[in-house]
């Protein structure tokens, strides 16, 4: 319970820093997650967008 009260008192000081860095790591492994699982990747979308 310690960490959580730790994790709130810098979400309150820097809030927008924070979203930021969780955002972006959060989209990563997304994309990495359905890589793996799905066999979609960043690259092979941007096609599929452009063959249609």
């Given at each position: 319970?310690e ?11 820097n809030s ?10 959060g ?8 890589n793996?699982?799905?066999?979609i990747?960043?690259y ?9």
């Open positions: 319970m960490i959580v009260s730790i994790l709130k008192g810098f979400f309150r000081k927008k820093i924070y979203i930021l860095l969780f955002g972006f790591y989209s990563a492994f997304l994309v990495l997650f359905l793996e699982e799905f066999g990747s960043a092979h979308f941007k096609n599929f967008w452009i063959k249609q």
